[in-house]
Nanobody, 122 residues
Framework: QVQLLESGGGLVQAGGSLRLSCSVSGRFLSINDMGWYRQAPGKQRELVARISSGDSTNYADSVKGRFTISRDNTKNTVDLQMNSLKPEDTAVYYC????????????????WGQGTQVTVSS
């Protein structure tokens, strides 16, 4: 059973910082890309930042220069450092990881955390 556990959300004033962390546990063969997505009320879930197994990163235009994604392959974790937060960053943030797992056969699928609320007050 694979589990993604997020932490670090909360309430912060505009201009402040938060750091989100996500740990991946369970039985899997490898972790491919990892990422953070967010969903604001009434909006679709969107990609915030993604990091490949080779540490290549890409970011949504709205967060470039303010957010930094990183991963620790020894601990199976991915972090999102969020600086200069804006009220429009308010959303539920979801950790995601593409894993290679072995069930009856070897497959690759994406797993999701339950989400952590980030609220930025103006």
């Amino acid at each position: 059973q694979v589990q993604l556990l997020e932490s670090g959300g909360g309430l912060v004033q505009a201009g402040g910082s938060l750091r989100l962390s996500c740990s991946v546990s369970g039985r899997f063969l490898s972790i491919n890309d990892m990422g953070w997505y967010r969903q604001a009320p009434g909006k679709q879930r969107e990609l915030v930042a993604r990091i490949s197994s080779g540490d290549s990163t890409n970011y949504a235009d709205s967060v470039k220069g303010r957010f930094t994604i990183s991963r620790d392959n020894t601990k199976n974790t991915v972090d999102l450092q969020m600086n200069s937060l804006k009220p429009e960053d308010t959303a539920v943030y979801y950790c995601s990881a593409e894993l290679t797992v072995r069930n009856i056969m070897i497959t690759t699928r994406r797993y999701w955390g339950q989400g952590t609320q980030v609220t930025v007050s103006s």
